[in-house]
Every structure is written in C-alpha cells, then in structure tokens.
C-alpha cells in the first residue's frame, strides 16, 4: 500500500474534531467500547507525563529495554516527519500497511462522531499494541495527563512524571499547583511512580494525590539522587550505586532525565548492563540535534548546524545551559514558534547566549507566530533579531557573515519537523 492511504485516512480523522475543545475521555471509552476495549489486553504498561523531558526520557527507557531483550511497544507524540513515527509495535515503527488498516477500522468504529484528532489515532495506537506480543507499552502522554487520551489504563504498571512546569496554561491551569495535579492525574491506586526533579509546589501536588491512591513514589532526592562528577554519571539508590558514562543525548538536562530512565529501569529489574544501554543507546531526534547531512547542512559550510524542538521557558533554560557548555563560538538562533507559547520566557534565557537571531514563521503551521513578532520578542528581551523568509535563507544569511558560527535552528517542534523533512 502506498503511504498516501494512510495519510488519506489521517485528513478524515481531522475532519471528525469537535468543534468546541472539551477534555473529556468519553468520546475515548465511547470508541473503547465499540473496539472491544483494546487498551485491556496490552503488555505492561509504563505511563509517561511531565512538562519537559517526557521524550528523552522515555527513549531512555526504551533502549535499555531493548538492550535486555524486551520487546517494547511505543506511542509518542507529536510526530517529526511522518506519522508512523508515533507507533513502534514490538520495536519497529508500525508499517504503512498495518497503519492504513488499523486507521481505518478506527474510523469505521468510531461512525462520524466527533472525536478529536489525537483521541482516535491513540485509540489505533492501542488497537496496534493489543494485537500483537510484546513485553511492554511505554505510553507518552500527549497533554496533562488527568484528562488525556492515553489516561485509560486501569493499572499501569509503573508511572513517571518527569519535571513539571508552567505550559499549556489555557488548559492545565495557571499555577504549577494546578499543572502538577494535573500531571498527577495519571497515577492509579497502588501503581508506584517515578518523580523526576519537581518545584515545591507540584512535588506537593503529586505527593497529595500519591497519598490518596496509595501510589508509592520513588523521587529524586529522596529514593535516588543522580549527578555528574569527572565525566560520569553517578546514580544512588537504596540499593547502591551506580558509575555510568554520561548520556548520549546532550545537554545537562539529560543527566536528570537518564536518573529517572535508570529509577524506572531497577524499579523494573534490570540491571546495570540495561541502564548503560539506556544512556549509550537512546536516539531522540530535534532535541539538541547535530545536523551534518542534507542541503541546510551544506549550506552551513563549516559553521555548526544544530536543532532543538523544546518551546516552553524550562526549555529555554536547558537549551542556554547547554550552549554554556559548548566552546565559544558566535552563536546565532533561527526561531519560528507557534502563537500559544511564552515567547518571552523561551527568549530571556537564551539572550544571555546567543549573539543574534533570525526569525522565521514556521511553513505551513496556520498557529505560527509570524516572524516580525518572534524578532519583536527576542529584541524586548534583549536578544538583536532580524527577520528571515526561511530556514535556508536564514542560514545563508548568518554563514555568509561568519562561516564559522554556530547556528541553533529551535523555537518549535513543528519547525524542527519541517527542517527534518528538508533535511531529507
């Protein structure tokens, strides 16, 4: 079958949303049921939420599963370039043929109701999964958690809720509290829940709700402590330590991220060869990314190409802590975003990095910020900024002025697929 069958079915789904945003789960258990709830019979499930680092985190874990020989089932979301991305049934991203049948029975079932877009192709997602063997589901929730379309599990069996914080705010609440309780929505009576590193105010909310499920926690700070120390990553439980190479993925962030990909591991019973595996293995595309292959890598010439998708003010401070770290070169950021974000607060942190930016609005993205606001934005914050009509116009426009600059392409994971489909 041709990959346009599925994207056929894909344009029909859209047409099925709703046309006032409620989040609810009814129309999910209403489409549930008339599949004979699938999301019953899956392998173990591993349910994911947070603010910042679901991603990585979750790739963490999925590559020391592998390395010990689990067969793992996937849903992560958004996609980068093509929508199988989003499904890996037993390990491989499901193929076009068992995605256009799947998509297609989901529209079939669901009979022209309203459901929204991400609803039913998470109902596919979980049709894929109970249909064939693994050892476990490693689900991502797409937004919060109480309410979200993955939220449908009766008994996971193991929870993370990585760092929490301000996104989303027209529907997850206005104070971390809020956010947090949110988040929180995922644990179920009894499962146990790996916190990552958490302000006072949501560790207080996922706390709260913990204690009335009698869900155990296992925190950073309290059950595991993880850092870095000499170029390697160090990780304490209550059942030792462990001396580990520091993550592929870059960025300091990533430590925090690999502990709870490692608390998640052992609380599983893997070992130290699985939780090596998970930091030497682990692939999570646009989150700082080297790009060296492709027309924008060749039109960067010597200057170094790089690409991130985070967009909210946690991974503005990330991101500045990282190019920090980095050998001092003239920095330059070009940056679309979407109109929905705290453009402000991704900007404060990384003026303090980068010598200029070169605004562009993301292709084809009806909610993009348009580029004379993003580089109104970086200038209020003190970042000098310029407008670009593209990526590739943007970084002809920086090398041709300093060859051996450093280019961070970022602001949105909507640009970082267009520039990953560019990239070829």
Known sequence: MSEQNSDR??????????????????????????????????????????????????????????????????????????????????????????????????????????????????VAALLAFARTGADYTLLEVGLGGRLDATNVIEQPELCVITPVSIDHTQYLGETLTEIAGEKAGILKRNAPCVVGPQPDEALAAIEARAARLGAPLLAHGQHWHVWQERGRLIYQDETGLLDLPVPVLPGAHQVEN??????????????????????????????????????LAEAAGTAELWLDGGHNPAAGQAIAAHLATLPKRPTHLICGMLNTKDVAGYMRPLA?????????????????????????????????????????????????????????????????????????
């Open 9 to 122: 079915i894909l344009a029909r789904m859209q047409a099925l949303h709703p046309k006032v945003i409620d989040f609810t789960l009814d129309r999910v258990w209403r489409l549930l049921g008339a599949l004979d709830h699938p999301e019953r019979n899956l392998p173990p499930v591993i349910h994911v939420a947070g603010t910042n680092g679901k991603g990585s985190t979750l790739a963490m874990i999925r590559a020391g599963l592998a390395a010990a020989g689990r067969r793992v089932h996937v849903y992560t979301s958004p996609h980068l370039v093509r929508f199988h991305e989003r499904i890996r049934v037993a390990g491989d991203l499901i193929s076009e043929e068992a995605l256009t049948v799947i998509l297609d029975e989901c529209y079939v079932a669901n009979g022209g109701t309203p459901i929204t877009y991400f609803e039913i192709t998470t």
């Open 258 to 295: 690999a502990g709870m990909a490692i608390a998640a591991l052992r609380h599983l019973g893997l070992g130290e060869q699985a939780c090596e595996a998970a930091l030497l293995q682990a692939t999570w595309p646009a989150r700082m990314q080297r790009l060296r292959e492709g027309p």
């Open 352 to 424: 303090a990095v980068a010598d200029h930016l070169l605004a562009v609005s993301i292709p084809g993205e009806p909610n993009t910020l348009p580029a004379a606001e993003t580089a109104r934005a970086a200038r209020a914050c003190g970042l000098p900024a310029d407008q670009a009509e593209n990526v590739l116009s943007a970084i002809r426009s920086v090398t041709a002025q300093s060859p051996k600059a450093r280019i961070l392409i970022c602001g949105s994971l909507y640009l970082a697929g267009a520039v990953l489909r560019e990239a070829g």
